[in-house]
């Protein structure tokens, strides 16, 4: 029966940051009128919230998906130092050419912890306020929420 | 399809520990869950039914057939209890999220007859929860 089952291991963190939304493709007026508030050109932050789902087996000898010290700890590597506390569209090089919307940033972190080796990343998703959320799910997978 | 979800709490004591683990080993993997006493949790459980509205009743199924069926299967078997001693679905499995997520499933799945389960989600804290759901639910789980 358990083989018929999935199971998913979800952990949240949080980070600080702030973004402007602006592209150079497009006039001053056209950024404006897209992004609105967004666009104003000195910036804003957010408090983020990144929730990971990752699947896998549970190992027999530990009841566990991935070892939660082990997920912490690359979490905050490849995420959390590079993201908290700083400017998303000058510190963090893939927002240099992209614009850092939430749905870009979801691509983002999903393309930063998906290698990670004890467990397969199934999604991410960033709550940008308490009333603001994206998900993403990898290039292959449609809407795979469970 | 509509999911409908339910939401209840509960909270339990545990301890992560391996008997076939050495106890620097058991300390090692699991740090301060290993703690000799234990300790304990106020977790939320969420769990969604999948179904089609009944054409008369409009529901899925009738919540308050829901609610007895986590109150007799869960909160009576779980709530104020220690995991490991008292919950015997659990015995000799280490009772972290994934496993109780798993058992939970377990015990409701024969039960619920209108509809069927979608989800089990279980929170030990807003920061950690497992999903258990079956696999290929939703295109999920193709790997």
Not at chain 1, 69 to 76: G, K, M, N, P, Y
Not at chain 1, 87 to 97: G, I, Q
Not at chain 2, 60 to 73: A, N, S, W
Request: net charge negative; glycine share 6%.
């Amino acid at each position: 029966m358990s083989g018929t089952l999935k199971i998913e291991l979800g952990r949240r963190y949080r980070f600080s940051a702030s973004h402007r939304l602006h592209t150079p493709q497009l006039s001053e007026k056209e950024n404006s009128r897209i992004f609105g508030k967004c666009n104003n050109p000195y910036g804003h932050g957010h408090n983020y919230v990144v929730e990971v789902s990752m699947s896998g087996d549970v190992d027999a000898a530990t009841g566990m998906i991935a070892n939660l010290a082990d997920l912490d700890a690359f979490v905050e590597r490849q995420v959390l130092e590079e993201f908290d506390h700083k400017s998303l569209n000058e510190d963090v090089p893939a927002f240099r050419e992209k614009v850092p919307t939430t749905e870009n940033l979801c691509i983002e972190i999903f393309r930063r912890l998906k290698s990670f080796p004890k467990a397969k990343l199934e999604r991410i998703r960033v709550e940008e306020t308490g009333n603001n959320s994206f998900e993403y799910a990898g290039e292959n997978q449609e809407g795979n929420r469970p | 399809m509509v999911l409908l979800t339910r939401k209840i709490e509960f909270s339990a004591s545990h301890r992560y520990h391996n008997p076939s683990l050495s106890a620097e080993e058991n300390r090692r993997i699991f740090g301060k869950c290993n703690n000799p006493h234990g300790h304990g949790h106020n977790y939320t459980l969420q769990v969604t039914i999948e179904g089609e509205p009944d054409p008369v009743t409009g529901m899925v199924l009738d919540l308050k057939e829901l609610k007895e069926i986590l109150e007799r299967e869960v909160m009576q078997r779980m709530d104020h209890r220690h995991l490991n001693y008292e919950v015997a679905e659990l015995a000799g499995q280490i009772p972290t999220c994934e496993n109780i997520a798993r058992v939970i499933w377990q015990l409701l799945e024969p039960k619920i007859t209108q509809g069927r389960l979608h989800r089990v989600r279980l929170y030990e804290s807003p920061d950690l929860f497992a999903d258990c759901y079956r696999n290929g639910a939703n295109g999920a789980g193709k790997s």
